[in-house]
């Protein structure tokens, strides 16, 4: 697009040189008007992907024996209340467009798969199934040579011609009609003849009921229930209804109704090397009228100490919410507000710092409320087992990352180190470890790893008993793969990546060839690793990495065009050990421009930056990213 500015500014400022009475109006018409034509197209990109995530939900919820509670008309098109709670979008058709017939036909094997004009499509010879664990919500996309609607299947990494023009007038959505019954409401797809008929709720208010007391601030806060494996809970339901009866429990889960008390008591499945699993509760009643009405709710089981998985801590807005805690499972499902969802109450205001030790979680807020200034959870459930107050760790001032060894905490601050012991609650501050970073500590080989100004803090038994000078600034202290190693970088001019041997102190220093490691205003590593690479960005969207063995450092790609809305990296990305995806939290901007925000995800495997997973609008003030298998 700039490109296309450019040119038509020198031809415009070769007219006005050559001629000053020169009428510039229908170019300046074909400019405007392009340029109307390609905003219609992107919004006809936007509004095709929201159908086509719609248009699975409703699948979905044909499936899972989800009915819809009400639809609403509004000026875009249709907003879908559906009995879990969750809600979807249709959209209007955009003018100067056309948008590809894309369907669902349920085939012979009872599964229902993605069609075009009513066909199936098949790609390389394969259906694109819609529904169930290995169903694919495909993307679209418009070629901005051809104009010609394009799928994709795998993420994005390849694109098919859908032998359809974008271009058009009729501004067609891919729903042609939406008709809202009391029973029923029933969508007609674009082709005029494949139809999805959706139950419809009575009005008798037949629901589950949900928490009423949300944690502060809270948005994009779906409607499910959260549980850890073999977790009992009891689920309570409203309604002018009688002879309430199980409809559906997912395999594994048990149900049992309870008509005095109007609830449910449910039982997760047990643990068995699935780290995720989740289905659809329904019940089904009679109301006072003698309708049948249904009650749905999505119930989901959780071990949080999965090694594919991640976790995200959010600061929260430290003026108007407390500290959160984001889980994306390895399959890619976004569990947010998850230490509030597993506890019913919230971590403290502006947390900052996560460690994993001994099959517990450990969270520090800097300042306190709620939940206290640090907590500690079971690692795999997150239930809550100790708490320590503000006013119980009063002497902290501004504490921002932790470590921990055995029964000890090491608590870093503004005034330096303290120790703090889990089972006497003694809390002693470590002599001569003033001057240390608010940066990540580092545990290797029992000992403690603290950056400092122009040097590393080594800990031990509670006390400092050495001091590694360095060449620069520490800008990441990062635990290795390696036994017995840590990963240090300096931001010396050029910078400098480091590998100290946590047993003699012994390092083998590299001199970057690209790039920079500075953590700009954040309190996280300049640095992240895998095996013998380390990746940084130098607080840019350029990804680099260092390999090691080889001595070698290389640009990999930008990564900035991927984000619609990229303005700030808060607190620097990190490579995941396991898997090798790399992670990266940006927000829109300060103020209220925090809540535009991204967690975009790049696989690295060919080199090139390509992005796998965008997951928009969840994070808080992100204080870091955390991978279980890191500990």
């Not at 068995?272 to 089904?284: A, F, K, M, Q, R």
């Not at 309708?291 to 959780?302: E, G, N, Y």
């Not at 502006?350 to 709620?370: E, P, R, T």
Request: aromatic share 10%.
């Amino acid at each position: 697009m700039k490109k296309l500015f450019a040119f038509f500014a020198i031809v415009l400022s070769g007219v006005v040189m050559w001629s000053c009475s020169y009428d510039d109006k229908d170019l300046w018409n074909a400019v405007n008007d392009l340029d109307g034509r390609m905003k219609a197209m992107e919004q006809a990109v936007k509004n095709a992907n929201t159908d086509i995530e719609t248009l699975q939900k409703l699948v979905g919820a044909l499936q899972q024996n989800i009915s819809i509670t009400s639809v609403i008309e509004n000026s875009d098109g249709y907003t879908i209340h559906f009995s879990d709670g969750t809600t979807a979008t249709i959209t209007n058709g955009v003018d100067g467009t056309n948008a590809p017939a894309l369907s669902v036909i349920k085939d012979g094997d009872g599964f229902y798969y993605w069609a075009l004009d009513g066909v199936i499509i098949e790609i390389d010879g394969h259906k694109i199934k819609a529904e169930g664990a290995d169903g694919i919500t495909p993307q679209l996309r418009i070629d901005p040579d051809t104009k010609e609607w394009e799928i994709s299947t795998d993420g994005g990494h390849n694109w098919n011609p859908m032998g359809v023009k974008a271009e058009g007038s009729d501004g067609d959505s891919m729903f042609s009609n939406v008709q809202d019954g009391d029973t029923e409401v029933i969508f007609t797809m674009a082709d005029g003849k494949t139809t999805i008929v959706i139950p419809k709720t009575s009005m008798s208010g037949f629901a589950f009921v949900y928490p009423e007391t949300l944690p502060l601030g809270a948005t994009n806060l779906d409607n499910y229930f959260l549980f850890a494996f073999g977790e009992e809970k009891t689920l309570s339901y409203t309604g002018e209804v009688k002879a309430v009866d199980l409809m559906n429990a997912p395999q594994g889960w048990s149900a049992k109704i309870d008509s005095k008390t109007r609830s449910v008591k449910i039982t997760a499945p047990s643990f068995s090397g699935t780290y995720y699993t989740e289905g659809i509760l329904s019940l089904v009643a009679v109301d006072t009228k003698g309708q049948t009405v249904l009650a749905s709710a999505r119930i989901c089981a959780v071990d949080f100490s999965d090694p594919n998985a991640t976790f995200v801590l959010n600061e929260g807005n430290m003026t108007t919410e407390n500290g959160s805690l984001i889980y994306i499972t390895a399959d890619g499902h976004v569990i947010n507000y998850a230490y509030w969802r597993m506890n019913g109450s919230e971590l403290g205001n502006v947390a900052q710092d996560l460690f994993i030790s001994g099959n517990k979680i450990y969270i520090l807020s800097q300042n306190g409320g709620n939940d206290g200034i640090l907590v500690e959870a079971e690692a795999r459930t997150l239930k809550n087992t100790k708490k320590f107050s503000k006013e119980e760790l009063s002497r902290l001032f501004w504490p921002s990352h932790i470590a921990v060894i055995g029964n000890t905490v090491y608590i870093r601050d503004n005034a330096g180190i303290w120790t703090l012991n889990l089972d006497t609650r003694e809390f002693t501050s470590v002599a001569n470890a003033k001057g240390t970073l608010k940066n990540r500590m580092a545990v290797v080989s029992s000992k403690v790893f603290v950056p400092g100004n122009r040097s590393v803090l080594v800990l031990e038994n509670g006390e400092l008993v050495k001091k590694i000078d360095m060449d620069g600034t520490v800008t990441g202290v990062i635990k290795s793969d390696e036994e017995g190693y840590l990963w240090v970088s300096c931001s010396t001019s050029p910078a400098q990546i480091i590998k100290l041997s946590a047993s003699d102190y012994t390092m083998d220093k590299h001199t970057l060839t690209e790039g920079g490691v500075t953590y700009g205003w954040s309190a996280t590593p300049g640095i992240s690793t895998k095996g013998d690479e380390v990746y940084f960005c130098n607080n840019t969207s350029t990804i680099y990495r260092h390999n090691f063995t080889s001595n070698t450092t290389e640009a990999l790609g930008d990564v900035k065009s991927n984000i619609a809305n990229w303005g700030i990296i808060y607190n620097m990305p990190a490579i995941h050990p396991v898997t090798g995806e790399y992670y990266f939290n940006t927000i829109l901007g300060y103020g209220w421009s925090f809540l535009t925000n991204d967690i975009s995800v790049y696989d690295l495997s060919s080199g090139a930056p390509a992005m796998v997973a965008d997951y928009q609008n969840y994070t808080h003030f992100p204080a870091g990213i955390f991978f279980p298998a890191s500990f």
